[in-house]
């Protein structure tokens, strides 16, 4: 960033932008978090009304730290967007983006009179990392993020890897089960990873396992169709074998799958990113356990395996807000 | 490259280094190569003797040239090689390599008295590719080297992909069949692409599906354990059916394969080198059709898929005397 231009207009505004809520942060130079709002994701049928709110629940935050005269530029992360571009494009869980290309960083700048720069939120967190988290100094490393989907932002050389098109990086559709029994993803397509590693998947292992066995479990005490990862994740805490082993199988593949991303592109570190982090040692052993199992010699012992240790809610607005001093 | 050290040196040595010839060239900065030579790879027990009988080889065609103050530094492209260390890492194949850490780049260096660059054999292909080949201006591609083997050189924002160990672009070994029905690899593990996508693979196939069925074949004249990836080509050019579905299934893998890497780097084009290439449509027609059914929607009809127009034998030589320049 430039030192001058920081003096002067000392802020950006960092979006969070997610499927269910929309996190803005005004940020300094430093990482602090001067000031945060929010507004609901889905709550607009066109982009239109989403900037127009973001606008008007900003307005207040904005004046709080001396006006947008004090703000350099905007970073948004956001499913599927494009940093070349700017853009949204067909991201299947936000209403106004779904089936088309949503220009909506230009759209903001419009809106704000400031640039705004935007890339997918799993890339945020990467730069959130490299800049402020557990990845400090280092210059290859990918961060993997399990949440409702399973994301990943890929840092090569100490750039983010966006491919030709912006959109490289997407690691939770890579096919771990392939042919007719891979699960049904989001996507449109069959076996991603993000069908077994992402929260969602978890909770749909659990309801194979409690359907396919008559092994006992805490589980049984709730409506399938209630389980949640958190709900696995605590029955597991108490004891709960099967719970333990639906933590195995999602771990062990999400091993496997490292394994595979070192044939790529052999990072210094894995960093796992997002609610599902919580389990701890109970994802992140089997994690380890499969890579160890799966990788190829030449790579063996050579990845570290780091959760972040980023606050999750701010990790976001932080990763999304240092693309905003890179404008 | 320096212009005016080209002047005064105006050679590299490249060295293809493969698992069974070694071939020298000395290339002009054009990509003219003016001279060459080669060595058996395997027929020295340890390193020291692979390097004396290379320098012996090399002499005449160095004084060809002019001598080896005319000669700036040496590239070698080699199966597991470090660019960063200058080493060669076991090498299943390299009788002198293969259960240790060989540092071939300094032995080369110290016995010629010029710098000399190591890196994979696949790398250097892409270097070559960019430098001299079809994927001259882009920033992003893959190149897939379908040989003995299958190997991958990544280049990302214009960088060759070297990870955080010098081995990143490994994609041979990523793993396409897993569980137990994946077959038993060069490298310990199971499943990974180079089994079943390389001539090695191809051949395999072929006996698998002469044994598993009783359909006509020209392939059926032949002892099985002589079946070479070439005659499989020869056949399916013949019209023959069960060599066309040989094709069918390894480029069908080939471009699910694809579709993976494109959610890793989102490469503006898959280049195909090596000799199971000259298979021409046979194999590439299945490739963009798995890729076209299996990739993200993100993703669709926006890479190319090229075959190398480098000539196989220079092409290699080209790459590895491509990275003498950056030494």
Known sequence: MNEQNAEIKPYVIGLDLGGTNSVFGIVDARGDIKATTAIKTG???NVDDYVAASVEALQPIIEQVGGIEKIKAMGIGAPNGNYYNGTIEFAPNLPWAHNGVVPLAKLFSDALGIPVA??????????????YGVARGM???IVITLGTGVGSGIVVNGQLLYGHDGFAGELGHVTMVRGEEGRACGCGRTGCLECYCSATGVARTAREMLAKTDRPSLLRDMNPEDITSLDVSIAAGKGDEL???IYEFTG??????CADFAAFSSPEAFIFFGGM???GELIMKPIREAYDAHVLKIFKNKAKFLVSGLDGASAAV????AIGWEV
């Open 243 to 245: 719970a333990k082993d």
């Open 277 to 279: 982090v919580k389990a």
């Open 118 to 131: 935007l890339t997918n939120d799993a890339n945020a967190a990467a730069i959130g990392e490299m800049v």
């Open 43 to 45: 709550g607009y049928s």
């Open 252 to 257: 062990k593949m999400l091993g496997e799958a």
């Open 139 to 141: 210059k290859n490393f």
């Open 318 to 321: 932080l990763g999304a807000s």
